[in-house]
């Protein structure tokens, strides 16, 4: 057994990341299918620590939430953590608040109605900010008309209000070609981050444009149609660079044209950079298995492990911050 979570940072164990991720799992579970497994150079579940992990939530964080499960099962055979995408609200409403998953992930803070629903079913979510995105505007690779958008233009684009078909409705002197628009289901946390910042609250999102819990649908949309349109976070367009186009944005017209990318979400010079959480149980962390875990990931959240996925990772005295909140809660 390990220490009692009252010990602080002494019981911090800063494990390195055993390298950089090759490619974008795509959303889906991930799970320990290691246990029983013969030989092999670890001491895989030899400290003792055994149980199961239940994360929920974003699909932008998913890709995070899976690497950081891949490496901790490499060091602890004897737990099981399971990694399924299902938006930041559906993990919220179907599993999170409902006391069925320990932890769930989110492109956005909790809002109070899920609080309140947590409440209800007497769970308490701690909130740790894990990583930074560049959430990404894309189109289709031979859409050379489009290069940068003004949050006004995205505005027409994808609220319900401004009767936007084609692109030549934005712009006269673009095609005349019907925008076919690919984005993220309603109970994502990145539409409901895009339809605060971007769509704004004097309006809707357009229901007209296909919704799904799916990135890669997303970017596949968008490649097979060339007046394709759509949103997502930006590792997932980081592994797809060649089969669709960024475009670049700016908050106003007189603003400069502006990447995305994680070196612009980090200095904040992206106005689409937005930050991501997981949130757990407090309930759960009074589970060793699931304190280690969550302690495991907050440690990785500020190495390389988070960058070569393609988000930007936390800072040390973010880090520190997590670290000290999980002591305080789990003490």
Same mark, same amino acid.
């Given at each position: 057994?390990?220490?009692?979570?009252?010990?602080?940072?002494?019981?911090?164990?800063?494990?390195?990341? #055993?390298?950089?991720?090759?490619?974008? !799992?795509?959303?889906?579970?991930?799970? +320990?299918?290691?246990?029983?497994? *013969?030989?092999?150079?670890?001491?895989? =579940?030899?400290?003792?620590? #055994?149980?199961?992990?239940?994360?929920? =939530?974003?699909?932008?964080?998913?890709?995070?939430?899976?690497?950081?499960?891949? /490496?901790?099962?490499? /060091?602890?055979?004897?737990? +099981?953590?399971?990694?399924?995408?299902?938006?930041?609200?559906?993990?919220?409403?179907?599993?999170?608040?409902?006391? @069925?998953?320990?932890? +769930?992930? !989110? #492109?956005?803070?909790? $809002?109070?109605?899920?609080?309140?629903?947590?409440?209800?079913?007497?769970?308490?979510?701690? /909130?740790?900010?894990?990583?930074?995105?560049?959430?990404?505007?894309?189109?289709?690779? &031979?859409?050379?008309?489009?290069?940068?958008?003004?949050?006004?233009?995205?505005?027409? %684009?994808? $609220?319900?209000?401004?009767?936007?078909?084609?692109?030549?409705?934005?712009?006269?002197?673009?095609?005349?070609?019907?925008?076919?628009?690919?984005?993220?289901?309603?109970? #994502?946390?990145?539409? &409901?981050?895009?339809?605060?910042?971007?769509?704004?609250?004097?309006?809707?999102?357009?229901?007209?444009?296909?919704?799904?819990?799916? &990135?890669?649908?997303?970017?596949?949309?968008?490649?097979?149609?060339?007046?394709?349109?759509?949103?997502?976070?930006?590792?997932?367009?980081?592994?797809?660079?060649?089969?669709?186009?960024?475009?670049?944005?700016?908050?106003?017209?007189?603003? /400069?044209?502006?990447?995305? $990318?994680?070196? +612009?979400?980090? *200095?904040? $010079?992206?106005?689409?950079?937005?930050?991501?959480? %997981?949130?757990?149980?407090?309930?759960?962390?009074?589970?060793?298995?699931?304190?280690?875990?969550?302690?495991?990931?907050?440690?990785? !959240?500020?190495? @390389?492990?988070?960058? *070569?996925?393609?988000?930007?990772?936390?800072?040390?005295?973010?880090?520190?911050?997590?670290?000290?909140?999980?002591?305080?809660?789990?003490?």
């Amino acid at each position: 057994m390990t220490d009692s979570p009252s010990s602080g940072l002494s019981r911090r164990r800063f494990l390195t990341s #055993s390298g950089a991720i090759g490619a974008l !799992a795509l959303a889906g579970c991930t799970q +320990n299918t290691s246990r029983g497994n *013969d030989g092999g150079s670890t001491d895989s =579940g030899s400290d003792g620590l #055994s149980g199961q992990v239940i994360i929920k =939530g974003s699909s932008t964080v998913f890709p995070i939430s899976d690497a950081m499960a891949e /490496e901790f099962m490499e /060091e602890h055979g004897n737990v +099981n953590v399971t990694v399924d995408s299902t938006g930041s609200g559906g993990g919220f409403e179907n599993w999170f608040c409902p006391g @069925d998953s320990d932890i +769930n992930g !989110a #492109s956005r803070p909790i $809002s109070d109605a899920e609080i309140e629903q947590c409440s209800g079913n007497d769970v308490e979510p701690v /909130e740790f900010e894990i990583a930074g995105d560049a959430l990404t505007v894309a189109v289709n690779n &031979d859409a050379d008309w489009v290069d940068c958008m003004t949050f006004d233009e995205l505005r027409q %684009i994808w $609220s319900d209000e401004a009767g936007v078909t084609n692109w030549s409705d934005v712009r006269d002197e673009w095609p005349d070609m019907e925008i076919e628009r690919y984005g993220p289901a309603s109970t #994502s946390g990145t539409f &409901d981050y895009f339809n605060e910042n971007v769509v704004g609250e004097d309006t809707e999102h357009t229901t007209e444009y296909q919704p799904t819990e799916e &990135d890669e649908t997303i970017v596949k949309g968008i490649r097979d149609n060339e007046g394709g349109m759509g949103y997502f976070g930006f590792a997932y367009y980081n592994s797809n660079s060649e089969a669709v186009k960024a475009v670049e944005v700016k908050a106003e017209e007189g603003d /400069e044209c502006t990447p995305p $990318s994680l070196a +612009n979400a980090k *200095d904040g $010079s992206y106005p689409l950079a937005r930050p991501l959480f %997981i949130y757990a149980a407090e309930s759960a962390l009074q589970r060793e298995e699931v304190y280690e875990f969550i302690q495991f990931y907050l440690e990785q !959240a500020e190495t @390389d492990l988070v960058q *070569d996925i393609g988000y930007v990772p936390s800072s040390a005295e973010q880090r520190d911050e997590n670290l000290e909140k999980l002591d305080e809660i789990a003490g």
